[in-house]
């Protein structure tokens, strides 16, 4: 098993960045694909991005791309996402995820969670 905090959330205006991070700590962290989600309320999870264990290979949903990267440090074992350009839209609470395949964009596919961290964009 592996368990997942993410960081770095907050408040911040239309247009601004921040940066999330996810630490990892359990079973080894190099051997997951990470991914990122959001749900905003009344609103089902939504994908946003994912990287490959080694962090060679990434993918993204349409809505963040070009917006948002994501990036691991296998050494620190922590994924990160970088979100620019924000939009009030971008408004929910921030999940990063685990999983042991690659190229899944459904929750159903992580089984390893974390708590996550709310991110708020004021217009």
């Known amino acids: 098993q592996v368990q997942l905090v993410e960081s770095g959330g907050g408040l911040v205006q239309a247009g601004g960045s921040l940066r999330l991070s996810c630490a990892a700590s359990g079973r080894a962290f190099s051997s997951y694909t990470m991914g990122w989600f959001r749900q905003a309320p009344g609103k089902e999870r939504e994908f946003l991005a994912a990287?490959?264990?080694?962090?060679?290979?990434?993918y993204y949903a349409d809505s963040v791309k070009g917006r948002f990267t994501i990036s691991r440090d296998n050494a620190k074992d922590t994924v990160y996402l970088q979100m620019n350009s924000l939009e009030p839209g971008d408004t929910a609470v921030y999940y990063c995820?685990?999983?042991?395949?690659?190229?899944?964009?459904?929750?159903?596919?992580?089984?390893?969670w974390g708590q996550g961290t709310q991110v708020t964009v004021s217009s």
């Open positions: 990287v490959s264990a080694s962090g060679a290979a990434s």
């Open positions: 995820a685990a999983s042991t395949g690659f190229g899944f964009t459904t929750s159903l596919r992580y089984p390893y």
